[in-house]
């Protein structure tokens, strides 16, 4: 079987846009969530994660220029230009710049979104209701189209391999990296750039999710201490913005170029609840089920792991499904060290499982794992678990999961593995990522659009 490692990692987040940046930031503890404009003040919940301006934030500010030429963003909403610089960082870091036919029909993109281009959606309704349709741009719909990320991309690179864009909820972008695996196990590709972008700090989103009782509301004069999960004074997630690409070869493939590989993805998995709409069942069955199938295939024992990056949105009933399937995989007596690095950057809801897997390997990478913030008094739930509250901490690990769980109809699991040896090959971390997702089953009660979107997010 090929094997497949990382070598690139791109991230624009909250905390500040440049994986090193925003890792630093990470591990020292800070907040990137804040207070929303004034045009949300009608809003319930008035906290986000908002990726900061260059104005606000010079040395980790967002800034597109150096990608994407002012007059063409334009013609783009927010979560592709997001994609664009996290993907630019990537391909920088991996030094994959081809140029020749056949390697760029050898090269892969799969990017995700959970939402896409709602901000444009949003302003295309606004224009059409104020002047008309007629009035409506030409690029007003590939402005809003998910799988333009993508095409973006590849579009700017030449890449003419395999394409795809998973729209899974919060856990497309785990989906992403693992189709992108299987695309390179298959053969059909020999690197792929994939991960996941998001972008609807928006009053349609934030409003559908208020409406859902899915954000909090108990912090809006302090936004720094919103997000809590596992915390027993949790209300809800923090809606947040960001793209997390990564950029995976075939071993022989980068090591045959002189890559330094990062991690090795050394399998992938995926399960469904098949249980409500909004809500997975209390014992997290399929979480469970999704990490003991990737584990399988990785070749790993549960004891093998050390650390476990949780998905864990802070939300009341989303946190404890997610501990009871810990606890059913790794046992009870905290032998793994859990992080929720949500607590620090909001949920990115599509873009999350990139993010939080590039946290996760460069947890492996320094060997610490990130402190969980605002864990002031644990869910009785979390009994038995070792989470990493507050500081962090250094531990000796192998290996690392990175948990993504969300509502659709699959459950992707990655796994990243070590094993390599010898001066020729650099060391590589494993690392094993999984994502849940609960099945589609919609009763007979009538929804508008704003409920059923918030209702697939209300426990991702």
């Given at each position: ?41 009608a809003l319930p919940a008035r906290v986000a994660g908002m ?16 990608v994407v030429p002012p007059k063409d963003q334009r013609r ?287 947890a492996l990478r320094d060997q610490i794992a990130p402190p ?89």
């Open positions: 079987m090929r094997r497949i490692v990382v070598t690139g990692l791109g991230l624009v987040s909250p905390l500040g846009c440049g994986s090193e940046l925003a890792w630093s930031r990470l591990l020292a503890a800070h907040s990137g969530l804040a207070i929303l404009p004034e045009w949300a003040a990726v900061p301006t260059k104005a606000d934030d010079p040395d980790g500010g967002f800034d597109p220029d150096f783009m909403d927010r979560f592709i230009l997001f994609a664009l610089v996290a993907a630019g960082e990537a391909m920088a870091q991996a030094a994959w710049a081809p140029s020749d036919a056949h390697t760029m029909e050898r090269t892969a993109t799969v990017i995700a979104s959970g939402i896409g281009g709602f901000p444009a959606i949003v302003e295309a309704v606004r224009i059409t209701d104020q002047r008309g349709a007629r009035r409506l741009s030409p690029f007003t719909v590939p402005s809003f189209l998910a799988n333009l990320a993508a095409g973006h991309i590849s579009i700017r690179y030449g890449f003419k391999g395999p394409i795809g864009t998973p729209v899974t909820a919060c856990a497309a972008s785990v989906q992403a990296i693992g189709d992108a695996a299987r695309l390179i196990r298959s053969g059909e590709a020999d690197v792929a750039i994939c991960g996941g972008s998001e972008a609807c700090i928006d009053l349609v989103s934030l409003g559908g999710f208020a409406a859902a009782r899915a954000l909090s509301t108990g912090f809006n004069e302090t936004p720094a201490r919103a997000s809590r999960p596992f915390d027993r004074d949790r209300d809800g997630f923090v809606m947040a913005e960001g793209a997390g690409i990564l950029v995976i070869e075939e071993l022989e493939h980068a090591l045959g170029r002189g890559a330094k590989p990062i991690a090795e993805i050394a399998g992938y998995g995926t399960t469904a609840d098949a249980y409500h709409i909004t809500s997975g069942p209390e014992d997290g069955d399929g979480a469970r089920r999704a990490m003991e199938g990737a584990l399988r295939q990785a070749s790993l024992k549960p004891g093998e792991i050390q650390h476990l990056n949780a998905h864990s949105t802070s939300t009341p009933v989303g946190d404890v499904c997610e501990l009871e399937a810990i606890k059913a995989v790794f046992g009870r007596d905290g032998k793994i060290a859990v992080s929720a690095t949500k607590s620090a950057t909001g949920h990115l809801l599509g873009a999350a499982g990139g993010a939080e897997a590039i946290f996760t390997i460069l969980t913030l605002n864990l002031e008094n644990a869910d009785a739930a979390a009994e038995g678990i070792d989470i990493v509250a507050r500081e962090a901490r250094r531990i000796p690990m192998e290996h690392a999961i990175s948990n993504g769980f969300g509502f659709g109809a699959s459950t992707p699991a990655s796994s990243f593995d070590a094993g390599i040896d010898g001066e020729r090959h650099p060391a590589i971390s494993k690392f094993v990522r999984f994502a849940r997702l609960n099945v589609l089953i919609c009763d007979e009660r009538e929804i508008d659009l704003c409920q059923f979107i918030c209702a697939l997010y209300l426990l991702a």
